[in-house]
């Protein structure tokens, strides 16, 4: 686990720890994907907002460098069944 804190600064307040994986993955050709997760211990927890909003950076195939938006809705929560979370998703690709 990595701590995520307030700042650059090795004595910044930690606010929650992180952990990932890198793995290669493609037949053909080499790719990365990256599973990272973020876990806040203080402060507010955006994963219990019914409204949130993520950033579309980019994409594979004809959403390869695509920009945009998601908004989240969540319309059901329960840490131990799962969710149901609507995905409203805007992007522009070129």
């Not at 650059?8 to 290669?24: A, E, F, P």
């Not at 907002?49 to 950033?55: A, I, K, L, M, P």
Request: glycine fraction near 10%.
């Amino acid at each position: 686990m990595t701590p995520l804190t307030e700042g650059c600064d090795l004595k910044s307040r930690v606010i929650g720890n992180s952990r990932g994986v890198y793995v290669s993955a493609g037949k053909h050709e080499l790719m990365l994907v990256a599973y990272l997760d973020f876990g806040f211990t203080s402060g507010k927890n955006p994963v219990r907002d019914v409204d949130r909003e993520f950033t579309v950076v980019s994409g594979r195939g004809k959403f390869r460098m695509a920009r945009g938006f998601c908004k989240l809705k969540c319309i059901f929560f329960n840490e131990t069944n799962g969710s149901i979370v609507e995905y409203t998703v805007v992007v522009r690709h070129y």
